[in-house]
């Protein structure tokens, strides 16, 4: 069992909670410390963006995140750095999202065996397709890093080769188009995630859209995991190098909205969104 894996074990029989932040959004030095806000809040996995130039799965929220990265001079050598330094603080799992060119600019040796080094269990592709993994899984595989594949609402008929040779956990696109908060998520999640259950072990966790608890509680009847991005990046465009107590706040509720199996107290919730970065 790897890492990522004993996660959701971890999560008390209740769905993990997978929170994403962009590396070097606004700066390193943040980005480490909001990853550590994450993990005080009770978060059970961390997801780092790479910024690039050209996110194709991205919506305009992180799209911005990547350009505030990118100008404040991130690069995949100091985002091992940012690493390094985490790994002094947690050991929580960390999941490394990226597009395929930085890691084939940066060398896949070399990119994996620092993933190695520096403590990283997983890897989220977005542009790599199911059958061309082969070609970074042979780097991947021997350092230790689950190359996560994804499944959306049109992988019917290849869900069962995707889950059966699945790392990690899957990772469950819950709507059709980019990333971004949605007021409902429209599919159908039970027999997606039934399908995959058929043929594999392998936790799901859900993603795309998600941002209220209402929305995490019903997902995680359902899911292993929600994965939550947009909310907390625009909290961090709403409030900077000062987002870390809003984003404690509101990981925290969200996690007890997991554990509880419906949203702590939601109308003070919707409140406190409202007030922190406009979400709902």
Do not use: W
């Not at 709403?238 to 107590?245: E, M, Q, S, Y």
């Amino acid at each position: 069992m790897s890492k990522l894996q004993g996660a959701f074990q971890k999560a008390k029989g209740k769905a993990a909670f997978i929170g994403f932040v962009t590396a070097g959004d606004p700066s390193l030095d943040q980005s480490k410390d909001f990853v550590l806000e994450l993990v005080r809040a009770g978060a059970d996995i961390v997801e780092l963006g790479i910024p690039f130039s050209d996110p194709i799965a991205e919506g305009p929220v992180i799209q911005a995140a990547n350009i505030r990265s990118l100008k404040a001079g991130t690069t995949i050598t100091k985002i091992f750095s940012l690493i390094e330094g985490l790994r002094r603080k947690t050991q929580i799992p960390l999941v490394l999202l990226t597009y395929l060119n930085p890691v084939f600019q940066y060398g896949y040796a070399r990119f994996f065996k620092d993933c190695q080094e520096r403590g990283v269990d997983g890897i989220i592709i977005p542009d790599l397709p199911f059958e061309e993994q082969q070609e970074v899984r042979v780097m991947a595989d021997p350092c230790g890093v689950d190359l996560i594949s994804l499944i959306a609402p049109t992988s019917a008929e290849r869900i069962r080769d995707i889950a059966a040779d699945a790392r990690g956990f899957l990772y469950v696109v819950s709507s059709l188009g980019l990333t971004g908060m949605r007021g409902t998520i429209e599919t159908d999640l039970a027999p997606l995630i039934g399908a995959v259950r058929q043929v594999s072990p392998i936790p799901t966790a859900v993603g795309f859209g998600i941002h209220t608890p209402d929305q995490a509680a019903a997902i995680g009847k359902v899911a292993d995991g929600v994965i939550v991005g947009s909310a907390l990046v625009k909290l961090i465009e709403a409030h900077g190098k000062d987002a870390g107590p809003y984003m404690y706040e509101y990981v925290r509720r969200m996690k007890e909205a997991l554990l509880e199996g419906h949203p702590a107290n939601y109308t003070k919730e919707k409140k406190y969104i409202d007030k922190a970065g406009g979400l709902s």
